[in-house]
């Protein structure tokens, strides 16, 4: 019965299409189903697969040379971040995990809540930042931020291509589409990064967005 129910499994996995097999690698611009998940934190595992999966993408990659750290500020695996959208300050150097998210992220969250409550798409964003070797919230002691490897990215507001500017200093707390949109934003981005924390995180982040791929969990 083992054998028969292994046999089934298998005939099956063979002749699932690639978006909805675990085995194949993670398309970027497939609609995202049940196993995209399961694809995305499996690139932790496998570097080579991250930056074969950011050639589905369309945009074209620019990998970033290994540095070792004896701080525990190394990068590993990162590229400049790609996005269809600008961002500014330009060339941002990030984990090809973080890169991978950031592309979901963009194209599954960011345009279509825009499209939805501002009745636009996103020309430009900027960021505050993604790599800078540092510990959590600037302490002096403590553990390292998710930074100093690159594996995060601060975003701060957005401008539409009608010319609109949203910000989150500004807009969070200023109800109506703007305040809609940063939510919409905040909870879809759950999806797709291991920790997303904002303005109702706590002061610190009262003017970002903070997006990583640690090892900790967190929707705030």
Request: proline share 5%; glycine share 8%.
């Amino acid at each position: 019965m083992l054998g028969l129910l292994g046999a089934a499994g298998f005939f099956s996995l063979r002749h699932l299409p690639p978006e909805w097999d675990p085995r194949q690698p993670l398309d970027l611009t497939a609609e995202p189903n049940l196993v995209t998940g399961l694809k995305l934190r499996r690139l932790a595992l496998h570097s080579q697969s991250c930056f074969a999966a950011l050639e589905t993408s369309g945009l074209g990659i620019s990998r970033i040379a290994d540095r070792d750290s004896d701080i525990g500020c190394e990068i590993r695996d990162a590229v400049r971040l790609p996005s269809a959208a600008r961002v500014v300050p330009g060339g941002p150097v990030a984990t090809c995990r973080v890169a991978a998210s950031w592309l979901l992220f963009e194209r599954q969250v960011m345009q279509p809540a825009a499209r939805r409550h501002l009745g636009s798409e996103v020309a430009s964003i900027r960021h505050l930042g993604t790599q800078a070797c540092r510990n959590v919230n600037h302490a002096a002691t403590g553990r390292r931020s998710q930074h100093a490897t690159a594996n995060a990215i601060d975003i701060a507001g957005f401008t539409l291509r009608d010319g609109r500017q949203v910000t989150l200093l500004r807009h969070w707390d200023a109800g109506g589409a703007e305040a809609a949109f940063l939510r919409a934003l905040r909870d879809g981005a759950c999806d797709w990064f291991r920790a997303v924390l904002g303005p109702d995180y706590n002061a610190a982040h009262r003017d970002h967005f903070h997006f990583d791929m640690g090892p900790w969990r967190a929707c705030r």
